[in-house]
């Protein structure tokens, strides 16, 4: 539904726009596919996962020779993530918020 999904985005960054991130970096946003009717009440502010994620590579012959393909799709909910994060959240179903910095640790 990306009626409900613009309307969500764009009171994300409302809210975000009020926010200090912790270090120079960027605030990441996750979207679950059906967004809740509640979702204001199902943000959660997580560090995002950084356990590795399956990909499946393929190459694809077009018109100009060969181009590498990524497939992430088929393979992103095999993955194996410790403790909150990101990807939990989304798999709840819920908006994850994280901030991403540009230099140091996540």
Known sequence: DWSRAT???????EILMSRTL????FWNVNLPITIPEDYLDRVREV?????PMAMQFSRVEREHGLRLEFDWGKTYWH???QGPSDYNV???????ISAIPLAGKF
């Open 47 to 51: 560090p995002i996962a950084v356990e």
């Open 7 to 13: 309307v969500a985005a764009k009171r994300m960054v």
């Open 79 to 81: 993955r194996e993530v």
């Open 90 to 96: 989304l798999r709840e179903g819920e908006i994850s």
């Open 22 to 25: 912790p270090a120079p970096g």
